[in-house]
């Protein structure tokens, strides 16, 4: 999975992580198994995961209370 620096620390505050290694074992669990690249964003209430959803992004799972969402680049 493909995921810029800035995006990877925004992921690590929203879920309240002091590590990066622990939000990347997170951020591994959205990877792909296949070719496929996808664009990875958190929603830590419903106005962002609306707004995610409005985007073409695919709700993926929920971990400590934040939804995690995917796009296909």
């Given at each position: 999975m493909k995921n810029d620096n800035?995006?990877?620390y925004f992921t690590m505050v929203q879920m309240g992580h002091?590590?990066?290694t622990t939000t990347?074992?997170?951020l591994h669990l959205?990877?792909?198994s296949g070719d496929e690249e996808f664009t990875c964003k958190v929603?830590?209430?419903l106005k962002e995961a609306t707004?995610?959803?409005e985007n073409?992004?695919?709700y993926?799972?929920?971990i400590e209370g934040l939804k995690l969402f995917k796009k296909r680049k």
């Open positions: 800035n995006d990877t002091k590590k990066l990347q074992k997170y959205l990877e792909n929603a830590s209430n707004q995610l959803i073409g992004f695919q993926v799972t929920e």
